[in-house]
C-alpha cells in the first residue's frame, strides 16, 4: 500500500511513468525466447498498472515500444506487435470498461491498419473515463518534439512558446510524471518523454520488468516522498 502523505510543499504522486526494461534478459536467464519475456511482461504491465490506479495514481505511462525499437529483428518486432494486439483486445479492452482512460503516445502511422484501428476505438471508446493509461508505443522524445513544430509551424504560428508546445504534444492537457521508474538496471531514458521529464523523479531498479510487484511500487513511492522536490527553488 501507498500511504500518500500530506501537507505542505508535498507534491503528490499524480502520475507515475514506467520504463518497462528487462524482457529479453528475464526470458533468457530461463532458456527461453525474449518473445516469452514480452509475453510475460504484458502480464506484469496490467497487474502493475491496476494497482498504481487503486493506490489513487490517476495517471499511469508505459513505454512499450521506442522508435529505435524497429532495429530489433523482424521476427521480435512482428511478436511485440502481435502481443500488443491481442492485448488491446483482451487486457486493455477490460480496462476500458474498468474506468481506465486509454491513449497511445506515438506515430501511429506505420503501425498495421488493424492495430490502428483497435487503438483508434479504444481511445474514443474509454475517453469518458477516470484514471488515465497512456501507453507508448513507437514513441520517441525527440520526434515528438519535432511533429509538435511542425504542426505549429504548418498552421501559421510563427513564434512558439512553451504552453503552445506542451499543447502541440501527444500528452496534451495531460500532468507531467512526478516519477519515472526504469527496471532492468539501465540508468538512462532512451528517449522517453523528453519534454515531459525535465523534473521528473527518477527512479531505477534492477529488477527485470517482467519480475516487478506492487511492494516495489510502494518502495519506488516511498522513496519519491522521501525527496524533495525544488523546482530550482529553495
Ligand atoms: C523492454 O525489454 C521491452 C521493449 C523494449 C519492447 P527489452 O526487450 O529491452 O529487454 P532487455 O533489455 O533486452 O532485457
Ligand atoms: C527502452 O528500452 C524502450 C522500452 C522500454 C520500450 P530499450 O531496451 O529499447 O532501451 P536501450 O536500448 O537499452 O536504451
Ligand atoms: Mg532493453
New binding site residues.
Partial sequence: MINHPTGDGVKPLSHIA???????RWAKKRGMPREYGHTIGAGTFRKIAEYCFRQNIGTVT?????T??WK?PKQEVDSIMRILDSYIKLGMAEMAKDNVRIRFLGDKSPLSDSLRREMLELEEKSAANKYALNI?VN?GGRAELVNAVNRLVSSGEKELNEDMISSALYTAGQPDPDLIV?T?G?M?L???LTWQSVYSELYFTDVL?PDLTERDIDLAAENYYNRQRRFGGV
Fill in positions: 514506467f520504463i518497462m526494461d528487462g524482457n529479453g508505459v513505454y512499450a515500444f521506442s529505435e525499437n530489433r507508448a514513441y526504469r532492468g539501465e538512462r532512451s528517449n522517453f520488468w
